[in-house]
């Protein structure tokens, strides 16, 4: 039984077509990667599933309809986002970022501090002023502070160094067990690390479903829809 | 010097008029993307209501003249609150057709107030202290621009607290630098657009009611003539900065009156060079970031 299904889906930026009849199915745990190069419309397809931008197309979401609704009740169906770039409030300080996501009456506060012991020992930082790895701390303790029933993840390790990436993975891995996650990821060994499911993007279509471990246990798929080598670290086009 | 004391007040009492303006502009772009020429008409609007509660009542004692300035604030504020639910919600994210919305309703509430109220300027009163002159260091200022100057504090003392303190505050701080994350957090960023507006008309309502003291009188084209430097406030300000708008508020103000007396009345001239410079050196101007 999937928890998020997606059917016919396009969506545009600005004019332009950047997902295009996309289908495909998140079942109700473990965690679910979108995969593909650089700009074949992962990031999008996140976006348009939320209403954040124009889209056609049938998103149900535990066998309802959502896809009419606007993005603030999409998101109150118990959907969390973790944008890519982090998207934290710079002139807000931790707190208040933290504060401002709190729309459960009871968020996990003491679940998130302590996944982010870090982030709450600077709760009166202005948060433009943290590190990349802090940012993606807060952009993912928002996420968790809610009762979710789902995680959009994006690109969670982009730019991050290795100690962190190891972290963020580690928070992932802890949130899968209790959340199912969708995950778009450039890095190939996290995936390898969380994913089960996975779906493979190319010029804003599904052109690959299947397991994750296949798909990164073969050289000929790899090369076929990433561009990599099966044992590479991070799919192509960098 | 008394001259120079003199026009630096009267300055900072047209800075605190532009700020009452600017304030409502800066946070209505900041968050919202909308240019609001349909602004100067709620301090328009602002000012008869509070012409109407000094024909009715008086404004001679302070408690009338307090009556008049909540009413004119209220009325600015319910003016833009039905700007913002009948106009501009329906065209949300279509800014063009936004700011010619509002082009077409300052244009038609100028000739409807026109209608109702005359073409002419009315005379207004208030408080007989507000007549006279307090003289500092032999400068003799009218006592208005004192209350200009305090009621743009005291406004903008009320919505920075408003913004610091109040979960509506944190939404509309966190709207103006990122909206899109604000819906993605599953938060109804519309209503933070309507109280903003709500916020912003109540400033130039207040403001509406203040300036007919200064100036002496109402008229429909009275908010009109301060929106242009209103704007051009906002802009030297940095959109969506409310500390800016009140800087640059001053800035114009002051240069404004300056240049005006020591200038040969060139203080027109020197806001439209000063915001030329500002575009030039500093486009996002002096506190101002970049919108997402």
């Known amino acids: ?238 | 010097m008394e001259t120079l004391i003199l026009l630096l007040v009267t300055g900072l009492g047209l800075g605190a008029l532009y700020f009452l303006i600017a304030s409502g502009l800066s946070l209505i772009y900041g968050l919202m993307g909308v240019l609001n020429f349909a602004h100067g008409s709620f301090l328009t609007f602002g000012g008869f209501a509070g012409m109407e509660v000094a024909r009715r009542i008086g404004a001679e004692t302070w408690p009338q003249f307090v009556l008049a300035l909540i009413v004119g604030g209220a009325a600015g504020a319910l003016f833009a609150s039905l700007t913002e639910l009948l106009l501009i919600r329906p065209l949300y994210l279509r800014h063009i057709e936004q700011a010619l919305i509002t082009v077409g309703l300052s244009l038609a509430s100028v000739a409807l107030m026109e209608g109702v109220w005359g073409a002419d300027p009315i005379y207004v009163s208030g408080p007989p202290i507000l007549s006279e002159v307090t003289e500092i260091a032999g400068a003799r200022i009218p006592n208005d621009r004192f209350l200009l100057i305090l009621g743009a504090v005291v406004i903008l003392a009320g919505i920075l607290l408003f913004l610091r303190y109040t979960r509506f505050g944190l939404i509309i701080r966190a709207g103006v630098e990122n909206r899109s994350m604000v819906t993605a957090l599953g938060i109804d960023v519309r209503t933070a657009f309507t109280l903003v507006f709500a916020i912003g008309g109540a400033a130039a309502g207040i403001g509406g009611v203040l300036a007919s003291q200064y100036f002496g009188y109402v008229s429909p084209h009275i908010g009109g003539t301060l929106l242009i430097f209103a704007f051009i406030v906002t802009i030297i300000g940095g959109l969506g900065s409310l500390v800016g708008a009140a800087i640059a508020s001053v800035i114009v103000g002051v240069l404004q009156q300056l240049a005006n007396f020591y200038l040969g009345g060139t203080g027109d001239l020197i806001v439209v060079v000063l915001l030329a410079l500002v575009l030039l050196l500093r486009p996002t101007g002096l506190l101002g970031k970049r919108a997402h």
């Open chain 1, 1 to 238: 039984m999937s928890l998020l299904s997606v059917k016919n889906l396009h969506a545009k930026i600005a004019g332009q077509q950047v997902v295009e009849d996309v289908s495909f199915e998140v079942p109700a745990s473990g965690v679910t990667a979108v995969l593909g190069r650089n700009g074949v419309g992962k990031s999008s397809t996140l976006k348009a599933l939320l209403g954040l931008i124009d889209r056609t197309g049938e998103v149900s979401f535990d066998g309802k309809r959502i896809d009419g609704l606007p993005t603030h009740k999409i998101i109150r169906k118990g959907i969390g986002y973790v944008p890519e770039d982090r998207e934290i409030f710079s002139s807000l300080s931790v707190a208040e970022n933290l504060r401002l996501a709190e729309r459960d009456s009871k968020p996990n506060r003491e679940m998130v501090e302590e996944l982010f012991p870090d982030i709450y020992s600077r709760l009166n930082q202005r948060a433009g002023t943290l590190s990349g790895g802090q940012q993606q701390m807060v952009s993912l303790a928002r996420a968790l502070l809610n009762n979710n029933r789902i995680l959009l993840v994006d690109e969670p390790t982009k730019g991050l160094a290795p100690k962190i990436v190891t972290q963020v993975t580690e928070v992932l891995r802890k949130a899968a067990e209790s959340v199912p996650i969708l995950l778009v990821e450039q890095n190939l060994k996290v995936v390898k690390q969380l994913a089960g499911p996975c779906i493979v993007l190319e010029g804003g279509q599904v052109v690959h479903t299947g397991s994750s471990s296949e798909l990164l246990s073969s050289d000929e798929l790899t090369m076929k829809y990433l561009g990599v080598h099966s044992g590479s670290k991070d799919t192509g086009a960098k």
